[in-house]
């Protein structure tokens, strides 16, 4: 007689029972716990996709990514039977708001989650389970087997986020939906838009429209630029909500703001409007802070940015403020950082603004690449969360080496091993694991001008800190890991993704 049970592995501590013929599952991001299981579930033409009532989004969602390249039809079905079962409820309190239990057993898939953010989180996971093939938007002869494994998981931290600058280079609707899809598979779910820079203003804001038609005209390098309609923003809510992922739209104020300065003559303090820039200069700007009419303009703009934003954050920026002095910075915040509140958000910032608040619902961006910094430190014994985005580790625009193409490197070189080694939970001094609110990685676009440069610089970057934000620390491993990266490759060659192939990874 067979043994049933040819192994049993848990990831994430000691291996139990014999050594396994079944080899783990190589997913990204690292689950808590992973059992291995004999046996497995093969798709075939009549299996159904079975949603709890209030579950269904998820099924035809899951349904689009596996028909195409399946062929098969996959109904989404409130009819209890076996074949994938999306079941909402009957979870351990553990797994929590976001997380999720996978079964898969010769009968088939279950994935069970206490919301409906935890089936999609699963849907990811069980994406990963089945071969690469399975991303292609053809019909590929391939069988669809998903191994026998028993999986519960749920994220270290609640925020998991990247960040599309938008403002450098424009980049329209369809390659930030691109992005989301791709941050989706890793579980991120917020997007992070730096919606106006010096080089442009990228949201349409109806009581201002200059700032758009003018201000949204050009590029870095000069090129046309562009910027969203209303309708078009919310097509980018909406399509990221679908996906689980929150936008967090950015204005950046009140230094990097050239653009709307160009856009509006009586925003600057001498009433003259500069010309449109279109170098990666920075530091060289400043909303006027001594004017009343700044003021309007800003409570303009976030009423009307609150109005199209579902999500409980707008981003202020607050960064690089050199051409304002700490005596008009201050003020500056201190009138506007009220206003968010006024609309019903809170702030988020670049780590700098919170030095000029005591409201401890506003959240500081740690971009800097020290690993122990007065302000946040302090903002933290204050009660502060702190969103990590450590330049040297999290930016997907640093070089990966001398020799990438495209990018900036005054953060220095990452390479993949870079981005993976470091702990968010304890990266800074006196910021701890309880004062980490996520992890974001930015993508600042000076020098990424396509949906291509995205793939390659995100590439494998994006999954090392996507894994940093979801794993347990427990199992954080770079040898596993660059395994289990070898096997995503082969997904992001299946997506259509031109992803940097690092010479860290034994790349299949
Ligand atoms: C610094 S990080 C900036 C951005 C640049 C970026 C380029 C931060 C808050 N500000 O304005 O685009 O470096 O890497």
């Not at 035809?60 to 989404?76: D, F, K, M």
């Not at 000069?222 to 992922?245: N, S």
């Not at 936008?247 to 950046?252: L, R």
């Not at 640093?398 to 070189?413: C, N, Q, R, S, V």
Request: net charge neutral; aromatic share 10%.
């Amino acid at each position: 007689v067979a043994s049933v049970l040819v192994a049993l592995v848990v990831v994430g501590g000691a291996p139990v029972g014999s050594a396994s013929a079944t080899p783990l599952p190589r997913l990204v991001p690292e689950p808590v716990s992973v059992q291995v299981k004999s046996g497995g579930y093969t798709l075939s033409a009549s299996t159904k996709i079975h949603t709890s009532p209030g579950a269904r989004g998820v099924g035809e969602y899951l349904a689009g990514i596996l028909r195409p390249s399946t062929g098969y039809r996959l109904p989404v079905t409130s009819a209890p039977h076996g074949g994938i079962s999306l079941v909402l409820g009957g979870v351990p309190k553990a797994v929590g708001d976001q997380g999720y239990q996978l079964t898969v057993t010769r009968s088939g898939v279950t994935v069970r989650a206490a919301s409906t953010t935890g089936l999609f989180s699963g849907v990811q996971t069980l994406r990963q389970l089945l071969p690469p093939a399975v991303e292609k938007r053809d019909r590929q002869h391939v069988r669809w087997t998903v191994p026998g494994v028993t999986i519960t998981d749920h994220p270290r931290f609640a925020h998991r986020g990247a960040m599309l600058d938008v403002a450098r280079h424009f980049h329209p609707v369809a390659a930030v939906k691109r992005y989301v899809d791709q941050l989706a598979l890793y579980k991120i779910n917020y997007l992070h838009l730096h919606l106006t820079d010096d080089q442009g203003w990228r949201f349409q804001v109806d009581s201002w429209p200059r700032l758009t038609t003018h201000g949204g005209s050009t590029q870095v390098g000069g090129g046309p630029g562009g910027y969203y309609t209303k309708a078009q923003y919310r097509e980018i809510v909406a399509y990221a909500a679908a996906r689980k992922i929150t936008v967090i739209p950015e204005v950046d104020l009140p230094g990097h703001t050239n653009a709307a300065l160009s856009s509006y003559a009586e925003l600057n303090c001498d009433g003259v409007a500069p010309p449109l820039r279109t170098d990666i200069e920075v530091g060289y700007s400043s909303l006027c802070v001594s004017k009343d009419v700044t003021y309007r303009f800003v409570e303009d703009v976030i009423r009307e940015l609150a109005a199209s934003t579902p999500g409980e954050y707008l981003h202020i920026g607050g960064d690089e403020a050199q051409a304002t002095t700490d005596e008009d910075y201050q003020t500056f915040m201190s009138k506007v950082l009220p206003l968010v509140g006024k609309y019903g958000k809170k702030v988020l910032g670049w780590h700098e603004f919170v030095k000029t608040t005591t409201d401890t619902s506003a959240v500081p961006q740690y971009w800097g690449r020290s690993t122990s910094n007065a302000v946040v430190q302090d903002a933290a014994a204050r009660g502060h969360r702190v969103l990590m985005s450590p330049a040297n580790k999290t930016y997907l625009d640093m070089k990966y080496d001398p020799t990438t193409p495209i990018g900036l490197k005054w953060a220095g070189y990452i390479e993949v091993k870079d981005a993976y080694e470091w702990n968010p939970g304890a990266h800074l001094t006196g910021v701890p694991e309880s004062s980490v609110l996520g992890v974001e990685a930015p993508l600042w676009t000076e020098t990424i001008e396509t949906s291509a440069h995205i793939d390659y610089m995100a590439f494998p970057r994006l999954a090392a800190i996507a894994e940093l934000a979801w794993s347990p620390w427990s199992t954080h491993d770079w040898e596993g890991f660059r395994t289990r990266l070898a096997a995503q490759g082969e997904r992001w060659t299946a997506l259509g993704i031109d992803f940097y192939r690092s010479p860290q990874i034994a790349w299949p």
